[in-house]
């Protein structure tokens, strides 16, 4: 067991120290949502009343979870970008050559990761008043593990990218054209509701969208109306879930099909 946990934990903390020294990341991930937050709100805050949302809710309310989501994905590219990094550098050939099972530095990679992305979901949370949200302990409670799970499967999935790219700028290209439509397709930018047929079946198919819509769910946890129509709780944590196993998996795979 402790052959397991050790170099998990000692991954997991390597990705903390790394971020505590490159405080770019910080502005990256945190701030950039921040500005976004900001300009969207306060610009479409005037026009924006598609149908499918509780009546009086701003557009500074509504994409409030949907930035919550974006601090999380930031979160999630920078962390697996050291995969790439760290190939070059050498260091991943040292750590492959180690008698580790490969899905136990995957672990690490994620838990990283995920640890990052949930420390800058929490700091987030205090802006809630500001979106005109009223969090009680219980929403808090229950939406730190959804932040958690979201951060997990988004994380793996980066990795899946990552141990297969050895060029940080088709890293970039790929994660682009990948992670942030998934995002814009979550639920996170407009509701579901009132789209066309096309773009709500893609929005369906998003496995985001139902992680969204448990962020949504347990943020208005005391008052269900207002989250909007999204999936219930229960099917959204289902479903995300699922896509944490499956992304992990399939991160796992990579890394054992890569040569270093």
């Known amino acids: 067991m402790r052959g397991v946990v050790l170099p998990v934990m000692t991954l997991c903390w390597r990705e903390i120290v790394r971020f505590r020294r490159q405080r770019s990341r910080l502005v990256g991930a945190f701030v950039q949502p921040l500005v976004f937050w900001l300009l969207l709100g306060g610009g479409l805050r005037a026009s924006f009343q598609p149908p499918g949302t509780p009546p009086g809710t701003s557009y500074v309310e509504y994409v409030y979870p949907g930035i919550i989501a974006m601090v999380l994905l930031f979160t999630a590219i920078f962390s697996t970008?050291?995969?790439?990094?760290?190939?070059?550098?050498?260091?991943?050939?040292?750590?492959?050559?180690?008698?580790?099972?490969?899905?136990?530095?995957?672990?690490?990679?994620?838990?990283?990761?995920?640890?990052?992305?949930?420390?800058?979901?929490?700091?987030?949370?205090?802006?809630?008043?500001?979106?005109?949200?009223?969090?009680?302990?219980?929403?808090?409670?229950?939406?730190?593990?959804?932040?958690?799970?979201?951060?997990?499967?988004?994380?793996?999935?980066?990795?899946?990218?990552?141990?297969?790219?050895d060029s940080t700028q088709g890293f970039h290209a790929i994660m682009n054209l990948i992670l942030l439509p998934m995002w814009v397709l979550s639920g996170a930018f407009f509701p579901i509701t009132?789209?066309?047929?096309?773009?709500?079946?893609?929005?369906?198919?998003?496995?985001?969208?139902?992680?969204?819509?448990?962020?949504?769910?347990?943020?208005?946890?005391?008052?269900?109306?207002?989250?909007?129509?999204?999936?219930?709780?229960?099917?959204?944590?289902?479903?995300?879930?699922?896509?944490?196993?499956?992304?992990?998996?399939a991160a796992a795979d990579a890394a054992r099909r890569s040569a270093a």
């Not at 205090?126 to 009223?134: D, I, M, N, R, T």
């Not at 999936?231 to 289902?238: Q, R, T, Y």
Request: with cysteine; glycine share 12%; hydrophobic share 60%.
């Open 81 to 165: 970008i050291s995969v790439v990094e760290d190939r070059r550098e050498g260091f991943l050939q040292g750590v492959l050559v180690a008698p580790v099972a490969r899905s136990s530095i995957v672990l690490g990679q994620v838990l990283g990761g995920t640890t990052l992305a949930v420390v800058q979901g929490i700091l987030f949370l205090v802006l809630a008043p500001a979106a005109g949200l009223s969090l009680t302990v219980a929403s808090v409670l229950s939406v730190v593990p959804v932040m958690f799970l979201v951060s997990f499967g988004l994380t793996s999935l980066g990795l899946v990218i990552a141990w297969r790219l």
């Open 194 to 249: 009132g789209v066309p047929a096309w773009l709500g079946w893609a929005m369906r198919l998003n496995p985001l969208t139902y992680g969204m819509a448990a962020l949504r769910r347990s943020l208005y946890l005391g008052n269900p109306l207002a989250a909007g129509a999204v999936p219930g709780l229960a099917s959204a944590l289902g479903i995300t879930l699922v896509f944490c196993l499956l992304a992990f998996i």
